[in-house]
C-alpha cells in the first residue's frame, strides 16, 4: 500500500540541472512523486542550457520530471518558474504562463503566519557570473569533473556498502576561497531582502542549502539536486524546514524492504 503524500504550504527546489549527467533525477521524482504542495517554486537552474551547447544528454528521468511539474500545475499546484543563469534563456519569457507555469524574474511570498520573503536564483549577487562570465564557465566545466570523479567513487563506495559522500561539497567546505565565497553570497543577498523591508529571502545557486537569520533577516537557501538533494518547505503554521531526501529516501527504502523480507520468509517456510 502506497503511503500518503507528504503535505505541504509552499515547496522551493533548484538547481536540478536537467541535461546533465550529474543531475539526480530519480530521486527528485521520488521526491515529487511523494509530496504536494499548494505553491511550488522552481528558483533557476532547471534545465541546464550551458551543458546543453556543449553536449547533448537527456534520459527519459529527465522528462519524467518536467511531466510530473506540469501534472502538478494541471491538477491546481501554483508552480513559478524563476530562471537561473544556466537557463537564463528563460527569462525572455518573464511575465508569461505556459502549461500553468508561471515564469518570473522573482517573487514574493507571503507565509501562513504573515512574514514577506523576496524569492530569486541570486545569480545577480555572483560577481564572477555578472562580471565575468567566461570564468563562471571555465569553473563549471571544472565543477562538471569533480561531478564525474564523484560518481566513480561513490560506485566504488556503493560496492563497498558506504553510503553518498560528495567531494565537491567537501573541497567547497574546505578550500578558503569557496568558504569565503559563500559567506560573502549570503551577506549580499541577505541584505537585499534588508533593504526592501522583507522579513527574509529565498534563493539557490550555490548549492548549498541553509537555514539561518542574517543580520534580522532570515536567509534560506533550497540547496540542489545534484549534491545535497535538498528541498525548502514550508507547514502550514508557517514554519520554515530544509529536507534532504536522500535521508528521506533511505528510510522510505528500508521500511518498505521489511515487509518485502517478512513476506518473502513467510513464503519460504509455507513452502
Same mark, same amino acid.
Given at each position: 500500500?502506497?503511503e500518503?503524500?507528504?503535505?505541504?504550504?509552499s515547496?522551493?527546489i533548484?538547481?536540478?540541472? =536537467?541535461?546533465? +549527467?550529474?543531475? *539526480?533525477?530519480?530521486?527528485? /521524482?521520488?521526491?515529487?512523486?511523494?509530496?504536494?504542495?499548494?505553491? %511550488?517554486y522552481l528558483v533557476?537552474?532547471?534545465?541546464?542550457?550551458?551543458?546543453?551547447?556543449?553536449s547533448?544528454?537527456?534520459q527519459?528521468?529527465?522528462?519524467?520530471?518536467?511531466?510530473?511539474?506540469l501534472?502538478?500545475?494541471?491538477?491546481?499546484?501554483?508552480?513559478?518558474?524563476i530562471?537561473?543563469?544556466?537557463?537564463?534563456?528563460?527569462?525572455q519569457?518573464?511575465?508569461?504562463t505556459?502549461?500553468?507555469?508561471?515564469?518570473?524574474d522573482?517573487?514574493i511570498?507571503?507565509?501562513?503566519?504573515?512574514?514577506?520573503?523576496?524569492?530569486?536564483?541570486?545569480?545577480?549577487f555572483?560577481?564572477?557570473v555578472?562580471?565575468?562570465?567566461w570564468?563562471?564557465?571555465v569553473g563549471?566545466r571544472?565543477?562538471?569533473?569533480?561531478?564525474? =570523479?564523484?560518481? +566513480?567513487f561513490? *560506485?566504488?563506495?556503493?560496492? /563497498?556498502?558506504?553510503?553518498?559522500?560528495?567531494?565537491?561539497?567537501? %573541497?567547497k567546505?574546505?578550500?578558503k576561497?569557496?568558504?569565503?565565497?559563500?559567506?560573502?553570497?549570503?551577506?549580499?543577498?541577505?541584505?537585499q531582502a534588508?533593504?526592501?523591508?522583507?522579513?527574509?529571502?529565498?534563493?539557490?545557486?550555490?548549492?548549498?542549502?541553509?537555514?539561518?537569520?542574517i543580520?534580522?533577516v532570515l536567509?534560506?537557501?533550497?540547496?540542489?539536486?545534484?549534491?545535497?538533494?535538498?528541498?525548502?518547505v514550508?507547514?502550514?503554521?508557517?514554519e520554515l524546514?530544509?529536507i534532504?531526501?536522500?535521508?528521506?529516501?533511505?528510510?522510505?527504502?528500508?521500511?518498505?524492504?521489511?515487509?518485502?523480507?517478512a513476506?518473502?520468509?513467510?513464503?519460504?517456510?509455507?513452502?
Amino acid at each position: 500500500m502506497r503511503e500518503p503524500p507528504l503535505r505541504f504550504r509552499s515547496i522551493w527546489i533548484s538547481d536540478i540541472h =536537467l541535461g546533465t +549527467a550529474g543531475c *539526480q533525477a530519480d530521486y527528485l /521524482l521520488d521526491f515529487l512523486r511523494h509530496t504536494e504542495a499548494d505553491h %511550488l517554486y522552481l528558483v533557476g537552474d532547471i534545465v541546464d542550457g550551458w551543458a546543453l551547447k556543449r553536449s547533448w544528454f537527456w534520459q527519459q528521468s529527465h522528462n519524467d520530471v518536467i511531466q510530473k511539474v506540469l501534472r502538478k500545475a494541471r491538477k491546481g499546484t501554483q508552480v513559478t518558474y524563476i530562471p537561473g543563469n544556466h537557463d537564463a534563456g528563460a527569462r525572455q519569457f518573464a511575465g508569461l504562463t505556459f502549461g500553468g507555469i508561471r515564469i518570473a524574474d522573482e517573487a514574493i511570498h507571503t507565509t501562513a503566519d504573515g512574514r514577506r520573503f523576496l524569492v530569486l536564483h541570486g545569480d545577480e549577487f555572483d560577481g564572477v557570473v555578472q562580471c565575468a562570465r567566461w570564468l563562471a564557465i571555465v569553473g563549471d566545466r571544472l565543477y562538471s569533473l569533480t561531478l564525474r =570523479l564523484n560518481r +566513480a567513487f561513490n *560506485q566504488v563506495r556503493a560496492r /563497498l556498502g558506504l553510503g553518498y559522500w560528495s567531494l565537491s561539497q567537501y %573541497l567547497k567546505h574546505k578550500v578558503k576561497t569557496a568558504v569565503n565565497f559563500v559567506s560573502d553570497f549570503e551577506a549580499a543577498v541577505a541584505a537585499q531582502a534588508r533593504e526592501r523591508g522583507l522579513d527574509g529571502v529565498i534563493c539557490g545557486h550555490i548549492h548549498k542549502a541553509e537555514l539561518r537569520e542574517i543580520d534580522g533577516v532570515l536567509y534560506c537557501n533550497d540547496g540542489d539536486w545534484v549534491e545535497s538533494l535538498t528541498a525548502l518547505v514550508e507547514l502550514y503554521s508557517g514554519e520554515l524546514q530544509i529536507i534532504t531526501w536522500q535521508q528521506c529516501y533511505a528510510e522510505q527504502a528500508a521500511r518498505t524492504a521489511v515487509p518485502a523480507y517478512a513476506a518473502a520468509n513467510q513464503g519460504a517456510s509455507g513452502a
